[in-house]
């Protein structure tokens, strides 16, 4: 009988061409339904790979944003996740005066540096040197200098601008001074303009004193300073 199956089981079977009037179930497959089956199949298959990437973008909407973390955020003082020192974080600063008259024969001038380390986030040690220099067009050039340990507490511990109060005292020597003690309250700010680099404005009420014993009697002879320099974190 063409196209019928002569031996084995029905499972074993292959597709048959035309319907057999006996022997197996009115199931066997047919040409025809093989056909429909296997368009079906594929029909299937491309409507799965249409909607997946319907899907995972639905599943991506649906995934709430998250929220910039707290250091990220912009403050008053700026942008928090930069500008930040840690414990340990060093410091480095100068700055720099001078003048002179035309003839370039009547001059005076300085520098001055400082190196610190934070003992945490917001408070920082300190080394300060300054020398200055005096070329008056009589008499010899005259040299002083000053040495002092500073300590400054910074108001916030990151951000563009980073306001701090402090205090120092040291040693002020020279040519024209007589050598002494002396102590300062002082109060300023730094503006970074890189995330390492910064503005340093400091303004200070200094006073000078012989002895330990007359450090308060001398407080109302002190006087104002203020200075301006750059300084690295590093």
């Known amino acids: 009988m063409p196209g019928a199956w002569l031996g084995g089981n029905c499972a074993e079977r292959p597709l048959r061409l035309a319907a057999s009037p006996g022997g197996c179930a009115a199931s066997d497959l047919t040409l025809d339904n093989y056909t429909n089956m296997k368009t079906t199949t594929s029909l299937k298959s491309l409507a799965a790979l249409t909607l997946l990437p319907i899907a995972a973008l639905a599943q991506t909407s649906a995934t709430p944003?998250?929220?910039?973390?707290?250091?990220?955020?912009?403050?008053?003082?700026?942008?928090?996740?930069?500008?930040?020192?840690?414990?340990?974080?060093?410091?480095?600063?100068?700055?720099?005066?001078?003048?002179?008259?035309?003839?370039?024969?009547?001059?005076?001038?300085?520098?001055?540096?400082?190196?610190?380390?934070?003992?945490?986030?917001?408070?920082?040690?300190?080394?300060?040197?300054?020398?200055?220099?005096?070329?008056?067009?009589?008499?010899?050039?005259?040299?002083?200098?000053?040495?002092?340990?500073?300590?400054?507490?910074?108001?916030?511990?990151?951000g563009i601008v980073r306001p701090f109060i402090g205090a120092n005292f040291g040693r002020i020597y020279g040519d024209s001074v007589r050598d002494t003690w002396a102590a300062g309250l002082e109060a300023g700010a730094k503006f970074y303009v890189q995330e390492r680099t910064f503005i340093v404005a400091t303004v200070e009420y200094g006073w000078l004193f012989q002895h330990s014993d007359s450090i308060d009697n001398t407080f109302d002879d002190g006087q104002l300073n203020w200075s301006i320099g750059v300084g690295f974190n590093f």
């Open 65 to 158: 944003t998250a929220e910039p973390a707290a250091t990220d955020r912009p403050g008053f003082w700026g942008t928090t996740a930069a500008y930040t020192t840690i414990p340990g974080t060093r410091e480095f600063t100068i700055g720099a005066s001078g003048a002179t008259n035309k003839d370039l024969d009547d001059s005076f001038g300085g520098v001055a540096f400082s190196f610190g380390q934070y003992i945490n986030e917001t408070l920082m040690v300190g080394l300060r040197q300054s020398l200055n220099y005096n070329n008056p067009d009589v008499g010899g050039t005259e040299y002083n200098g000053s040495t002092k340990i500073a300590i400054d507490q910074h108001l916030t511990a990151h």
